[in-house]
């Protein structure tokens, strides 16, 4: 019994002691306050934000006359034999990418979109191709719609 009690002193109270001696030392992160009201809510570190991405929407700036002033292609001057859809991109919106003639640059078509002189309009974008009607006058003076379809072309 004796040894037990002995035992008890020589390994039971010098942690008591130590613990103690490690309260007082960091005893500073007792008497701060923390501003933070519930840490769960907390964005984690470690995952990218979810910021909503910026609008795709190009900023045109008018000229006299109301003319855009842009590098790019205007879509109301081409002509739809010079038009090749090189891509379509399917999604929520779809979205086809075309080139004129030969020209290395490419652009961005998206339905509704008015091309050439005859203004005519994107009304599909399909995985073969894009759907372009316009309205033309035929010779009995009455209105025709022409559909045109432009296949993906290499």
């Known amino acids: 019994m004796t040894k037990i009690i002995i035992i008890y002193f020589l390994f ?3 942690m008591m002691v130590s613990a103690q ?9 007792k008497e701060q306050k ?3 009201k519930n840490p769960f809510e907390l964005r984690d570190p470690f995952r990218r934000l979810n910021e909503p991405s910026k609008s795709t929407k190009r900023k045109t700036m008018s000229g006299a006359g109301g003319n855009f002033f842009s590098n790019g292609p205007v879509l109301e001057e081409i002509q739809l034999a010079t038009l090749k859809v090189v891509g379509i991109l399917l999604g929520k919106e779809r ?3 075309a080139k004129i ?3 290395k640059d490419t652009f961005i078509l ?3 979109m008015k ?10 974008i399909l995985p073969g191709g894009i759907v372009l009607v316009e309205k033309i006058v035929n010779v009995y003076d009455q209105e025709e719609y022409l559909e045109t379809i432009i296949p993906v072309s290499e």
Not at 115 to 124: H, M
């Open 115 to 124: 091309i050439g002189p005859d203004s005519a309009e994107i009304k599909a």
């Open 101 to 103: 003639g030969d020209a």
């Open 21 to 29: 001696d490690n309260a007082s030392k960091y005893n500073f992160f």
């Open 95 to 97: 979205r086809a990418m």
């Open 110 to 112: 998206k339905e509704g």
């Open 34 to 36: 923390t501003y933070i």
């Open 12 to 14: 039971l109270i010098p």
